[in-house]
């Protein structure tokens, strides 16, 4: 995957905008961070993971998820994109963005994927 492939997915989810954030391509919900390129230009930075889910990811497909020094104390997940799955990508950043999107957009959603 591709920050760009990041993008064509996400953008197609209610309230999803296009931004920066410390001086990268990002996306925002609400104004609100979902996921950001981190500076290497291969991996994403997304917020809102606690340290044990990031533990249990990095456990689980540590080629794909870690972390840096920077995030250590932060509830914050790094993805290298390279190597990650469509449907990896797309399961986390849907989690995340359902605790940022509106409930009309929720709902808006939940309707679509239902047909």
Request: charged share 30%; hydrophobic share 40%.
């Amino acid at each position: 995957m591709t920050f760009d492939d990041v993008r064509t997915l996400a953008l197609t989810w209610p309230e999803v905008t296009d931004g920066t954030s410390y001086g990268t391509p990002a996306l925002k919900v609400r104004g609100k961070l979902l996921t950001r390129l981190k500076e290497d230009g291969e991996s994403i930075v997304v917020p809102g993971i606690e340290p044990d889910e990031r533990a249990m990811l990095m456990e689980a497909q540590p080629k794909i998820f870690y972390f840096t020094d920077h995030y250590r104390d932060w509830p914050t997940v790094l993805v290298r994109l390279p190597r990650a799955r469509r449907q990896t990508v797309e399961g986390l950043l849907l989690r995340r963005w359902r605790t940022l999107a509106s409930k009309k957009a929720l709902k808006a959603f939940e309707s679509l994927s239902e047909r």
